[in-house]
């Protein structure tokens, strides 16, 4: 039955993957809060001074947990731990008595989170939640009623005034609490080097904290001819001041007596321990005297909606296990190992099956192999699936950059986004950030015109940014436009000239010319900027991604606007390659940048100014030979050629090679030596056998023959 | 292919560093002791930092790069890391010969952690060396001499060794 309902229950609840990170977060916070709640209630029982620390972390944990459920937008966790940090922010400050009800209250709340974690992505359950969500709301606001505080209590201490005056709340509620329960209030004068008088603070209080609790750290004037600082700190102790400056060692310090130890004084019956004394517990029935309004009625007690303690599982909720991103690097690199010696099994198969002696045992062992690679096939996805993170994250860094960037710059700019759920293999996502607040910042910063120029224009005033997050294939396509004033093509120009990536006279197509923003130096502003100066141009963006084994496209209107897209493979971990050969030594091309290999005769290369073209299918495409390209010796073979053809963005030619050799699931490493770049190579990976097989850095190879093209 | 060092090989590394440790008890804890790896090129003896050494493996198929300098062979797979292998016999300007039979790659640690192969023609031993016995050389890469007997060593300045000219 309990089984039968456990299926059922996770069959309703379909939790996307924002859910799940949510509710795996707010798990932590609420581990963390639950075990607090614990040692304030041990600490109570045992009558015990409750440690401010503890209160002090309760209230950032409720603010923790309000900030998360805002940020995921999971608003009944929100609205609860709205009410729960305020109540906790009234204990901490002495506004609230620390009454049974008042932890009861914070008890039923924590079991009542769990209960709505438990259920996230079950509307149905949330909503038959909500009117316990209310009814606590409801005792939260009665529980946090404030406390009438004596305002002469400080009166008989030897102290300053103006000493008084500057306490914050928080410091005036814990030198009452203190002076209530009898402690030595002492005056810790210090005198500091400037210089160096964080260290000493530091050390002071540290010492401090050993003997007693430091209520308050305020600077006092201090003698700045002689550049030092003087300190005042306020400390509740149990030793005398004699006894404290006995012990301590600090040259230029003097402790002396604010107010003597005394017996402690009765609690006041706000802070009362005890149900019984009841006057101030907001939940007895009898409380009624204040004229505050109880949002139960007498006819609806509160035991008519279930303590949520009492279903509440022990078991953890979200299933989630925090890793390191390296363990899963670790992890992948060993289904890359495991993968390559499938591929030698396969070798082994394949050099078998010649051999008629062994062929039905080949037949079996190649069954195996099949068998063995499927299985492989699932655990590769598995692993990469755990590597998965939604670009939410990156969203909301662009979204705090363009909030802050938008009142300097004085720019009327709405930043829409779409595709936060989109999901990246982490390492790419963490490489992502830079170039992505780059072209977002540029667009700010020069795309975006002032509010004035805009209606001037005609335009809205309001610019817009929009990014744009999609999968296509395996690729993520990630768009920011804008609706600024577009590229000008005669000041690109200009620039591409003054640069000498073009000359003068050269005849550029719109797509060439605005491709020269990619082009070393062209970006780069003349004077720098706050916002994108920093002398980073489009060319590094464009290189960066091209490391990631991505791309980026540019397209613009003048006066309607600029989009700029990146393409980027979904994980750089396992990726299928073709496997060529030229002169003998192989190479594998990443296959999602390979659109079709294609067999041609010698006769049907043409020539075009000192370029080798090929008319396919209509379209003039530009070939490369692998063997010029590196240095190779050319075929032999003068009756047949092969041509790969390259596409990433819209760029496409034709890599002629000698042979082509098949697919095979490749890793790419990392070349490690004392050349680390090398132009058109992207690593090298092991195809099963023990000689690396170099792997093709096919943005540079397309990059490198179309400014040839053009240099042509 | 991934596969272990083979049992000779560690060995090898292993009864180096054994015999230099011995060495090092003997002189006493003499504060200035520095240990190198010694090894022949051309007939010659020359010497790196030990700790600078992190394994010494057989020669094995080394894939050649393009748009390499010369002095850089090609790389190999070391357990799945991709090495470049640096000939060292062209980066000290001797005269190139083929990989024989005693030649072994020694796998060094660069400045930056990562690691990089050189070529030499045999392995010989670890050396401990007094600061005060090394006498200043002026070399490429050399750094300074030690005499041995009847033979010079050359300590080789590792970090100028590994500064190769990417462009061809």
Redesign the interface.
Known sequence: MAARRKTRKRKARVVSKADKEFVSEAEEILERMRLDLADLSDQRAAGDEVSPDLVNRLFRSAHSLKGLAGLFGFDPVHDLAHRLEDVLDGLRLGRVPLSAAVVDVVDRTAALFAKLLAAVGDAVAIEAMSESVQALVGEIELAKRPVETQAEEFTNLDIDASLLRALTEYEEHRLRENLRRGRNILLVDATFEIISFEEGLSELTEAIREIGEVLSTLPAPGDSSKAQIRFSLLVASDLTSTEVDARFDFPETTVRSVAAAHNPAPAPAAAGKSVSSSESEPIATADRADGVAPPISDDAPKTALPDPREFESLRSISETVRVDIHKLDELMNLVGELVIQRNALGDLVSRLHGDPATARVVGDFGKLHKALGRKLRELQSAVLEVRMVPLRQVFEKVSRVIRRLRVELEKDVRLELRGADTELDKLIVEELVDPLMHIVRNALDHAIESPSERSEEGKDPQGCIKIDAFQRGNHVVIAVSDDGRGIDRERLRAKAEANGVIEPGDVLTDKETLDLIFAPGVSTRDEVTETSGRGVGMDVVRNNLSQLGGVVDVDSEPGQGTTISMTLPITLAIIQSLIVAVADQRFAIPLNTVHETLSIGPEQIQRSQNQEILNHRGDALLLRRLSDEFGLPGSSRDDKLFVVVLGMGDSRIGLIVDRLIGQQDTVIKPIQGPIRTIRGIAGATELGDQDPVLVLDVSALLADALRRREAA | ???APSPNETAEWETLAREAARGSESAGDLADLRQFLTFSLEGASYAIPVERVREIVRI??I???????VE?LG???LR???????DLRRRLGIEPAAPARRSRIIVVY?TDG????LLVDGVNAVLSVEESDLQAASGDAVESLCVRGDEFVSLLDLDRV???D?DQ
């Open positions: 292919m991934s596969e094995r198929p894939t050649p790069v393009p748009r390499l300098s850089v790389v190999i797979s799945g890391e991709i090495v470049e292998v640096v660069c990562s690691i990089a192969g590994l500064e190769i990417g």
